[in-house]
């Protein structure tokens, strides 16, 4: 479903779920995350849920569950400060990121809709080796004529040099 007009990046509290008809590939970002070739091809197979809650406008939880899949569940916790916070993510080990808003202009690319005063999210997450490591931008756009939430992800690998750029696309699917 697509996104209704009070869902903003300073309201974006509620279900969402992958929209994987619309949404680039996810597998060769795991490849060049380095998980191993039995859990990409199981993470391919399943569906992805989002579950957002927004204590203020610069706090932002997000639940990731994948469904008909052991995949454990993956929690982001993103303050938008730009300051670098440490995590624990289940299938990565130990992270760290930050965030913050910034002139949808400033995003590589995106045809990011005008709203929440013209701002969207940057939030970069990455290995504290510097394995690897990517920088997001979430917003709104409409694809297929419809308003939807996406996440355009921009991945390096470190190692390898390996870059690669994926749109991923949600449905709203309620409060």
Same mark, same amino acid.
């Given at each position: ?11 974006? *509290?509620?279900?969402?779920?992958? @929209? ?7 597998e ?7 998980? @191993?070739g ?12 989002l579950? &957002?809650?927004?204590?203020?406008p +610069?706090?932002i ?10 995949i454990p *569940?993956?929690? !982001?916790?993103?303050?938008? $400060?730009?300051q670098?916070r ?7 080990? $130990?992270?760290? %990121? ?7 202009e !400033?995003?590589? !690319? ?5 709203c929440?005063? %013209?701002? &969207?999210?940057?939030?970069e ?11 997001? #931008?979430w ?9 939807? #939430?996406?996440?355009?992800i #921009?991945?390096? +690998?470190?190692?390898t040099?390996?870059?690669m +750029?994926?749109r991923m696309v #949600?449905?709203?699917?309620? !409060?």
């Amino acid at each position: 479903m697509a996104a209704p007009p009070r869902k903003t990046l300073h309201n974006i *509290a509620g279900r969402w779920t992958l @929209n994987k008809d619309l949404s680039d590939p996810f597998e060769p970002v795991l490849k060049l995350q380095g998980v @191993n070739g039995f859990i990409r091809k199981l993470a391919s197979h399943t569906s992805v849920h989002l579950n &957002i809650t927004q204590p203020t406008p +610069n706090e932002i939880h997000l639940q990731q569950t994948a469904t008909g899949a052991s995949i454990p *569940a993956v929690t !982001e916790d993103w303050i938008l $400060d730009w300051q670098w916070r440490d995590g624990k993510d289940p299938l990565f080990g $130990d992270m760290t %990121g930050r965030a913050r808003w910034i002139k949808k202009e !400033e995003a590589p !690319e995106g045809d990011w809709e005008d709203c929440d005063d %013209g701002l &969207i999210m940057q939030a970069e997450g990455k290995k504290p080796d510097d394995e690897w490591g990517g920088t997001h #931008y979430w917003g709104f756009e409409y694809v297929g004529g419809e308003r939807r #939430y996406t996440r355009r992800i #921009y991945m390096v +690998n470190n190692k390898t040099t390996e870059k690669m +750029n994926v749109r991923m696309v #949600y449905n709203f699917d309620g !409060e």
